[in-house]
């Protein structure tokens, strides 16, 4: 009975600490967006609009205020998705993860998140501010970030794989991790040169840029730190209750 209660308490308890935890993660995030990214913005928007004074950029759809509305909701929103969808590899695969707690596990893969879905391919693809660029290169430019993401995720699960190969085959932990992780970066870099360029760099200037990359790059952070730390105190508190 207790071995059946497990079983049926664990997906629940993991599916609460990750709404808590993607729940603070998206405020924390929209936070600072709308803080110190928002600003940069408008700009970036200002300049983008003073140096083509001719062309009919046409009345809002949304005025500012909405579209910021709209940022700290999609914040939330994608903190959600995202979140439910790490709880969902947790569950299944936490077991496989690397360390020996909750917490180290929550760690690893939070950060593999980060990488995958932020770094990896921000390396490749870096952010530019809403509204900078050609309008007929988002949908490419969009692609193309996704491709990358998606090739350094299965990157790292080979990488993964290849690891616990060689240590089922004799191979200690740590030569072994090491041949993965240069395995890994051989990859990457492999993708970084074989990738397409950005098709439209835009032509805000080069300190606009490294603001918003930088707050970009903070928010990505804040929102994975948010969310590992308390995903892991949440299945830590919840577990001694089951």
Do not use: C
Not at 16 to 35: Q, R, V
Not at 40 to 69: C, N, Y
Not at 108 to 114: E, F, I, R, T
């Amino acid at each position: 009975m207790l071995g059946t209660h497990m079983s049926t308490m664990r997906p629940a308890l993991v599916l609460h600490a990750t709404l808590i935890a993607a729940l603070l993660a998206g405020l924390a995030m929209a936070g600072l967006y709308l803080l110190a990214g928002e600003p940069l913005v408008d700009r970036a928007i200002a300049m983008e609009t003073a140096a083509h004074p001719e062309e009919d950029h046409g009345q809002e759809v949304f005025s500012r205020r909405t579209q910021k509305l709209g940022l700290a909701v999609g914040s939330v929103v994608y903190g959600l998705a995202v979140g439910l969808i790490v709880g969902g590899v947790y569950l299944i695969a936490g077991r496989r993860l690397p360390g020996r707690t909750p917490r180290r596990r929550v760690l690893a893969l939070a950060g593999a998140a980060l990488w995958t879905l932020y770094l990896a391919p921000f390396l490749k693809y870096p952010a530019n501010p809403p509204g900078v660029g050609e309008a007929a290169t988002i949908y490419d430019r969009q692609t193309l970030y996704l491709l990358f993401a998606t090739l350094a995720a299965g990157g790292l699960s080979v990488a993964g794989l290849l690891a616990r190969s060689l240590r089922a085959s004799g191979v200690t932990a740590r030569p072994a991790a090491l041949v993965a992780a240069v395995a890994y970066a051989l990859y990457i870099a492999g993708l970084w040169l074989v990738m397409p360029d950005n098709p439209d760099r835009g032509t805000v200037p080069t300190s606009l840029l490294i603001e918003f990359r930088a707050v970009s790059l903070a928010g990505a952070v804040l929102f994975w730190a948010v969310f590992a730390l308390v995903f892991a105190a949440a299945l830590e508190r919840a577990a001694p209750r089951a």
